[in-house]
């Protein structure tokens, strides 16, 4: 006997097809070189643009391309590195200590669970999704305004709390389908 797949599981199939037909190799928006480099790109991304976190990140990351740099680096550097995007003040503060947590718990090394991750300054699950998924190939649903709103529209979802769409995406596509398919929604 052959399974029923629902309405939402067809249109969830039909988005996909569309959307991998359109963008086959779609990835993260973000300009890094390390895992590391990625988490404080997509902390310095939030309630930002892409473009604007990619035109600060080269000359940051050229001063203070590890961890441990980042970690000993002047407050004060870190903001005037940063002070174009959104939050700076807030967002030097989280990509600094968030540097140190780095160093003292992880040996300078990103940690790959999403307990973990979240348990950063600036990192929710939309930030460790996208660090799992582009650093580690580890599947996770980034819902940013965009995903959520689409999947909204496209009745894949009834939730406007970001962690419930993201329940909700995970029933509809399969968990090698997650990362990308933020990307490509995005």
């Given at each position: 006997?052959?399974?029923?797949?629902?309405k939402?599981h067809?249109r969830?199939?039909?988005v996909?097809?569309?959307l991998e037909?359109?963008?086959?190799?779609?990835?993260?928006?973000?300009?890094?070189?390390?895992?590391?480099?990625?988490?404080?790109?997509?902390?310095?991304?939030?309630?930002?643009?892409?473009e604007?976190?990619?035109?600060?990140?080269p000359?940051?990351?050229a001063?203070?391309?590890?961890?441990?740099?980042?970690?000993?680096?002047?407050?004060?550097?870190?903001?005037?590195?940063?002070k174009?995007?959104?939050?700076?003040?807030?967002?030097a503060?989280?990509?600094?200590?968030?540097?140190?947590?780095?160093?003292n718990?992880?040996?300078?090394?990103v940690?790959?669970?999403?307990?973990?991750?979240?348990t950063l300054?600036?990192v929710g699950?939309?930030?460790?999704?996208v660090?799992?998924?582009?650093?580690?190939?580890?599947?996770?649903?980034?819902v940013?305004?965009?995903?959520?709103?689409?999947?909204?529209r496209?009745?894949?979802?009834a939730?406007?709390?970001?962690?419930?769409?993201?329940?909700?995406?995970?029933?509809?596509?399969?968990?090698?389908?997650?990362t990308?398919?933020?990307s490509?929604?995005?």
């Amino acid at each position: 006997m052959t399974p029923t797949i629902s309405k939402k599981h067809a249109r969830a199939q039909m988005v996909w097809n569309t959307l991998e037909a359109q963008y086959p190799d779609v990835g993260t928006f973000l300009t890094h070189d390390s895992s590391f480099q990625l988490l404080i790109a997509v902390i310095l991304s939030a309630q930002c643009t892409d473009e604007r976190v990619n035109r600060v990140t080269p000359k940051l990351f050229a001063a203070y391309p590890t961890a441990s740099l980042l970690a000993k680096a002047d407050l004060q550097d870190i903001k005037e590195h940063i002070k174009s995007v959104n939050y700076f003040h807030n967002k030097a503060r989280n990509i600094k200590k968030t540097s140190q947590i780095l160093m003292n718990t992880y040996k300078g090394e990103v940690p790959s669970s999403l307990v973990e991750l979240v348990t950063l300054p600036g990192v929710g699950r939309k930030t460790a999704n996208v660090v799992r998924g582009q650093a580690f190939g580890e599947p996770g649903i980034t819902v940013d305004t965009h995903v959520k709103r689409v999947t909204y529209r496209l009745g894949l979802t009834a939730q406007k709390n970001p962690e419930k769409v993201e329940y909700d995406l995970m029933k509809v596509w399969p968990a090698d389908y997650w990362t990308p398919i933020s990307s490509m929604i995005i």
